[in-house]
């Protein structure tokens, strides 16, 4: 099934109990979406926002991605392909494999998929080859050997005494030559590389792509002295490493997306299930800001800089305004907004929502800023539905000067066929210089 971000409806071939049990899963995932991505969105309870059921019918919101629940899978493409001749779905979803590449904020390495992948794999598969590659890599240059606690009875003291297990066990029984040994060895067999270990097994499960089952067997063979330990997302949470080990934290933070996010419902007969789905204005948002740090650092960006616009009676800042990107010493403003601007019905009318002019003053004001730049996508193969370009001059009688506010679609799609992560990338770039290179000389 191929859902679009605030598409149409569609019929599920559920149940009403399966359907209850499809809620209660997204529930889970919900309220787990912080393996994920790191966001400063605020909490919104824990009854699942990422879909609308009405009886027997479902339409996806704002987030997009994967679901597999008891053998049914669903996919939920970005909105700009909502589009009179959407692309294929492989090809939506390409373009998402694209915009995670330059992500910061979501916890899985999709900076690899840019060279390591095929462009015609589906995201779920995706994810599990990206794990398989990057852990295997690392198993293989960064053997881990960690210092694990353990206690175990010896004719030796090792370590200290375990006194209280001692006395229970041992004194209490006549058994006092036994020593409870509390120490700490250097162990191959410790929890990260059990967690590997069984992560491994549980995704030779789900995945059909044959490069990721030849790598998840290596893993498992790499690991075959490693015992086989059932584990929990909860278990990722106690695995401590080393500081400077941050590849393998990021080994421990895909294996906590995919155990928090895969259960197993025996009532269903052993059917897996899995998600991973995406808020698509996060991807957005950080997937602009990083490919202009990433292309244009002479424009000197500043990603989510915060200031305060006044103070309450104890002095405590108050009113946060944060853009996306400030840039140069001069100072732009740059927003982005996930919005598909719509051509207004009257000739005099604008695509602009109020309230985003509204935000561009705030900050405005916090910056002592006087130009500024608001990003909209564009649709798939569209991108002169609206004007490309509105300027608008904000004046009063509190300001200096007019604040002079700009709204630019860009367009974050291609329909190139071959060399498409070459094609895009140089797409983006000639319209982000258009946007902001005349103010090169000026401002940067």
């Not at 809620?23 to 309870?45: E, M, V």
């Amino acid at each position: 099934m191929y859902l679009f971000e605030f598409g149409a409806w569609h019929d599920l071939p559920f149940d009403s109990k399966k359907i209850t049990r499809l809620k209660a899963y997204l529930d889970t995932i919900w309220q787990n979406r912080h393996l994920f991505y790191n966001t400063s969105l605020p909490s919104t309870g824990q009854q699942q926002r990422m879909f609308d059921f009405d009886g027997h019918h479902i339409r996806a919101r704002n987030y997009v991605g994967f679901l597999r629940f008891e053998g049914h899978d669903m996919y939920v493409l970005p909105k700009v392909f909502n589009c009179p001749i959407p692309p294929p779905p492989k090809v939506g979803f390409a373009h998402v494999l694209y915009y995670l590449s330059y992500s910061q904020r979501v916890r899985f390495p999709f900076s690899l998929a840019r060279t390591h992948t095929s462009p015609s794999l589906f995201l779920p598969e995706i994810c599990i080859f990206l794990f398989a590659s990057y852990a295997e890599q690392l198993l293989i240059e960064q053997p881990l050997h960690l210092y694990q606690e353990r206690t175990e009875e010896l004719d030796f003291l090792k370590g200290q005494l375990d006194i209280d297990q001692y006395l229970k066990e041992n004194i209490a029984t006549g058994n006092w030559q036994k020593l409870h040994s509390r120490h700490t060895p250097l162990l191959y067999n410790n929890q990260f590389n059990q967690l590997v270990k069984y992560t491994a097994r549980q995704l030779l499960l789900m995945t059909q792509y044959a490069p990721s089952l030849e790598r998840l067997q290596r893993m498992i063979t790499l690991l075959q002295n490693v015992s086989d330990v059932p584990m929990t997302y909860e278990d990722c949470l106690k695995i401590r490493l080393p500081e400077q080990q941050i590849a393998l934290q990021t080994v421990v933070d895909m294996c906590a997306m995919f155990l928090g996010n895969e259960m197993i419902n025996y009532e269903a007969g052993q059917k897996y299930n899995f998600a991973f789905l995406l808020p698509m204005e996060l991807v957005y948002e950080d997937f602009i800001a990083q490919f202009v740090q990433t292309h244009f650092a002479q424009w000197q960006p500043q990603l989510q800089p915060k200031k305060y616009l006044g103070q309450n009676p104890t002095g405590k800042p108050v009113f946060s305004v944060q853009p996306d990107m400030l840039l140069g010493s001069s100072q732009i403003i740059a927003d982005t907004k996930y919005k598909i601007r719509k051509v207004p019905i009257r000739h005099h009318q604008t695509a602009i929502e109020e309230s985003d002019i509204y935000q561009m003053i705030a900050y405005a004001l916090g910056y002592c800023c006087t130009q500024m730049v608001l990003l909209y996508p564009a649709s798939y193969g569209q991108p002169n539905t609206v004007s490309s370009s509105e300027s608008f001059n904000i004046q009063s009688d509190l300001l200096t000067t007019p604040l002079h506010i700009r709204a630019e679609s860009i367009d974050i799609t291609t329909t190139a066929q071959t060399k498409f992560a070459e094609i895009l990338e140089q797409k983006l770039k000639n319209q982000l210089q258009s946007i902001f290179g005349s103010h090169e000389k000026t401002v940067f």
